[in-house]
Nanobody, 127 residues
């Protein structure tokens, strides 16, 4: 059974930083693309960032580009999201997601038709 477990959410003041981590279990010897979505109250779940298996290919939404950095540990089904200069509008539940593919394909992630999802971790940014 595959599980994605997120950690690192919390409460932070505007301008502060948080680091989210996600670890996948049950995917031994499978190469994955992993990334993050978020969902604020009353809004649709939106793409935040994703990275290929090697971490060489990354993608970000325009709203977080330049503030968030995604990273992959070499050869592991884990993904981290370093979030700097946080804004109140970043407040949301952040979800880790993964596909069984070593290659990042934007249209797949845009469709949200992914193989696995985590339970989510709350990020709250106060003004």
């Amino acid at each position: 059974q595959v599980q994605l477990v997120e950690s690192g959410g919390g409460l932070v003041q505007a301008g502060g930083s948080l680091r989210l981590s996600c670890a996948a279990s049950g995917l031994t010897s499978r190469s994955t693309t992993m990334g993050w979505f978020r969902q604020a109250p009353g809004k649709e779940r939106e793409f935040v960032s994703a990275a290929s298996w090697s971490g060489a290919v990354t993608d970000y939404s325009d709203s977080v580009k330049g503030r968030f950095t995604i990273s992959r540990a070499n050869g592991k089904n884990t993904v981290d999201l370093q979030m700097n200069n946080l804004r109140p509008e970043d407040t949301a539940v952040y979800y880790c997601a993964a596909t069984i593919s070593s290659t990042y394909v934007r249209r797949v992630w845009a469709s949200r038709d992914l193989d696995y999802w985590g339970q989510g971790t709350q990020v709250t940014v106060s003004s």
